[in-house]
């Protein structure tokens, strides 16, 4: 079983940076690769960002390539998402994700999901 709780949502304008925290309970948190999903109203769940166990390989979405950044500390049980340049359309519920399967950005690869931190960014 693994738990997770994100933190570093908020309102944040246009331009803007915000840095998510995702961190995990478990001495397992090695062994599983790690994701960022969002979710904005009305729409499905899209994949964000995603690292390997060790960090030593990350994929990121289009929409967020080279404004979104993923990492990891295993020291510390606690995955990031650090977003600058954010954009009104970057408006949604943020969801961090555990996965042992390799489909890294497929939601269905993922076993374990927190609640969510809401990211509004105002124009």
């Known amino acids: 079983q693994v738990q997770l709780v994100e933190s570093g949502g908020g309102l944040v304008q246009a331009g803007g940076s915000l840095r998510l925290s995702c961190a995990a309970s478990?001495?397992?948190?090695?062994?599983?690769?790690m994701g960022w999903f969002r979710q904005a109203p009305g729409k499905e769940r899209e994949f964000v960002a995603a690292?390997?166990?060790?960090?030593?390989?990350?994929y990121h979405a289009d929409s967020v390539k080279g404004r979104f950044t993923i990492s990891r500390d295993n020291a510390k049980n606690t995955v990031y998402l650090q977003m600058n340049g954010l954009k009104p359309e970057d408006t949604a519920v943020y969801y961090c994700?555990?996965?042992?399967?390799?489909?890294?950005?497929?939601?269905?690869?993922?076993?374990?999901w927190g609640q969510g931190t809401q990211v509004t960014v105002s124009s």
């Open positions: 478990g001495r397992t948190f090695s062994s599983y690769g």
């Open positions: 690292i390997s166990l060790t960090g030593g390989s990350t």
């Open positions: 994700a555990a996965r042992l399967d390799p489909r890294y950005a497929d939601y269905a690869g993922y076993d374990y």
